[in-house]
């Protein structure tokens, strides 16, 4: 085939995987234990790779769950991931501020509320990796960073 016709796929940075059911960007799933780190720092390792926390959406959140499932370590961790509740107690919003749908939680109907309000996004081990709203965001969680392709 000759070269320069069609653009590359791009390739995932070193460390990440494909993103299920998306063809642009790649996450990176750290759960060792000497890797656990609170919101922010986590963010920062996110950020120093060139990206974020993940970005969740109903379209790939069952796959997103099965491999944090697949990736908990030992003992099993919950997961920081790019959420963040406001200063409105059950008001959840994307890291860029959008709103972001109760249905990623693992009650939509209660979970999203409660514990006070500023809490940071985690996929929860004992929800089945649902996001859950409580805790701590200095806790030291295993954490779910997304980039784009190169
Ligand atoms: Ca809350």
Avoid at 36 to 41: I, K, P
Avoid at 61 to 85: H, M, S, Y
Avoid at 110 to 128: F, H
């Amino acid at each position: 085939m000759a070269n320069g016709i069609f653009r590359p796929a791009g390739t995932c940075p070193t460390n990440y995987s494909p993103t299920p059911l998306d063809r642009k960007t790649c996450i990176r799933i750290v759960s060792a234990v000497s890797n656990r780190t609170s919101f922010e720092a986590a963010r920062n390792v996110c950020r120093a790779d060139g990206g974020d926390l993940l970005r969740l959406y109903a379209g790939n959140f069952d796959q997103i769950r099965q491999l944090a499932d697949a990736n908990k370590g030992t003992p099993a961790c919950d997961f920081w991931v790019g959420a963040k509740e406001g200063s409105t107690d059950g008001v959840w919003l994307y890291l860029n501020g959008d709103a972001l749908s109760p249905n990623l939680f693992f009650n939509p109907m209660t979970n999203p509320v409660g514990n006070g309000a500023n809490a940071c996004g985690k996929l929860a081990e004992g929800d089945g990796f649902y996001l859950h709203d409580g805790g701590s965001c200095t806790d030291n969680n295993g954490y779910i960073c997304q980039a784009n392709k190169i």
